[in-house]
């Protein structure tokens, strides 16, 4: 886990450089928001990222199903624009998720439904001989 050791800034700015990331404030505006430069708050911005890279990484090693798995992927986005069918019909956004039977979910975006995308997630996150349930349109 990342440890900031030395915050050159007040916990207090830190807490609003931390409020303002999880609000998509860009680190320009932030800074004239809390009157420091830019490039401090970049680096802050730099090291959050890092730290949530690092916990999704975390979380998927330690997401491993070992019994069983229900894996399927949804499609979030507009209405079906007119005209077009089927599969990710318009702007569609394909989001894959792994359900463990305790309840656990695992979800990730990804470009597009086919093998060559989703064999690689399944295979990460569920061991070998498990039994995987879906209904057969992924693989």
């Known amino acids: 886990m990342i440890v900031f050791k030395r915050l050159r ?3 207090k700015k830190f807490n609003l450089i931390v ?4 609000t ?6 932030t800074a004239f928001i809390l009157r420091l ?3 401090t708050v970049n680096r802050y911005y730099y090291l959050l990222r890092r730290l949530i890279i690092q916990e999704e990484k975390e979380k998927r090693r330690l997401f491993l199903v070992e019994q069983k798995a229900e894996v399927d992927e949804a ?3 507009p209405r079906r624009v007119r005209g077009k069918r089927g599969r990710g019909a318009g702007r569609k956004i394909v989001v894959v998720g792994i359900l463990k ?9 990804i470009s597009s439904a086919e093998r060559e995308e989703i064999l690689p997630l399944i295979l990460a996150c569920v061991k070998k001989d498990s039994d995987i349930y879906t209904d057969g ?3």
């Open 19 to 22: 409020r303002c990331f999880a």
């Open 75 to 77: 499609y979030f986005g």
């Open 37 to 39: 430069n830019r490039n």
């Open 137 to 139: 349109s992924l693989l």
């Open 9 to 11: 800034i007040s916990k």
């Open 24 to 29: 998509d404030i860009p680190a320009s505006k």
């Open 101 to 109: 039977r305790d309840g656990q979910v695992y979800a990730k975006i």
